[in-house]
């Protein structure tokens, strides 16, 4: 990171045309696929910074603040208390799809909380999704998913674990339930084409910060949409700097499907932003302000 830090300012003035889409691909390029997190900051500052600077990454309705992106809410593993309890906050918060971590859990206790939110509001009312993060094993995946299949879920995210392409590829064949790929996607680089094309996936998630940034995620984007396969985007932990730029990438893309996009919630500590959720929509608030951000400008401002 030091060492990207040292070069960049050289790189700026190196290529005179950094500014434009090839310039900065090409910056990207100068980091080396080794460093996703990296690639992700270093093309969303030079995004912001052709924009002026202003943390508006990408000009569209939302970071103008007129529309909303809608996201599903997280339910967090834990005792089966906890998960209900959760469940009731997020319905009454407005959301209309859930999403639910599974397979720390006993199965069949897992199985009575879909069905405890099922008894209470149908697929037409709420749509869950599920994210198994590779817990199944590949014998006994096919039928979990066929049980999991009667509570009418809208998917599950990584049933078995990354790497083992056959397996996966022969899930998503005999699936009764939606498979999207999550996990499955990180440091696969120069392969995302014979990835697609062996597993052939229903979705693939797509986490710009763990994926090289927004080059990476389109080329992904790009090729699925070529083999008919769905997508939605997920942040993953970062704070509202990374959020922010997430989210106005996002809502360029014009996806209509409900994206993982409130994790910004879990911080105790998180810079101040105009980024807020209502009803199951995160909005870019203009009446809210980078507070934070700003403070620390003025600081460096005065210490120069």
């Not at 599903?72 to 089966?80: A, D």
Request: proline share 4%; net charge neutral.
């Amino acid at each position: 990171m030091q060492k990207i830090c040292q070069q960049l300012p050289e790189w700026l003035t190196q290529t005179s045309e950094w500014y434009t889409d090839e310039g900065i691909e090409k910056m990207i390029g100068l980091i080396g696929n080794t460093l996703p997190a990296i690639q992700f900051g270093v093309e969303t500052a030079l995004l912001d910074l052709r924009n002026g600077g202003k943390r508006i990454i990408f000009k569209n309705d939302f970071s103008a603040g007129k529309t909303g992106i809608p996201i599903n809410g997280l339910i967090w593993m834990g005792k089966p208390e906890f998960m209900r309890q959760q469940i009731d906050e997020k319905l009454m918060q407005g959301y209309t799809c859930l999403k639910l971590k599974i397979g720390a859990l006993d199965f069949d206790k897992e199985c009575e909380l879909l069905g405890y939110i099922r008894k209470q509001y149908p697929a037409e009312q709420i749509t869950l999704r599920v994210d198994a993060n590779g817990a199944f094993s590949t014998g006994d995946a096919l039928e979990k998913l066929k049980i999991l299949a009667q509570y009418d879920l809208h998917s599950i995210e990584q049933p078995i674990r990354q790497g083992q392409w056959s397996e996966m590829a022969s899930l998503c064949r005999h699936t009764p339930l939606l498979i999207a790929l999550d996990e499955e996607l990180i440091g696969v680089i120069d392969k995302k084409q014979e990835l697609l094309q062996t597993i052939h996936p229903q979705f693939i998630i797509l986490k710009p910060s763990l994926l090289g940034g927004f080059h990476h995620s389109l080329e992904w984007i790009k090729l699925a949409e070529k083999m008919n396969i769905g997508w939605w985007i997920t942040s993953a932990l970062e704070s509202n700097i990374g959020l922010n730029a997430i989210s106005q990438f996002t809502a360029s893309l014009n996806n209509p499907l409900p994206q993982g996009l409130g994790t910004g919630q879990l911080y105790s500590n998180n810079i101040t932003s105009p980024l807020e959720i209502s009803k199951g929509y995160l909005h870019y608030n203009l009446a809210r302000s980078w507070s934070d951000i700003l403070k620390m400008e003025r600081s460096i401002k005065n210490y120069f």
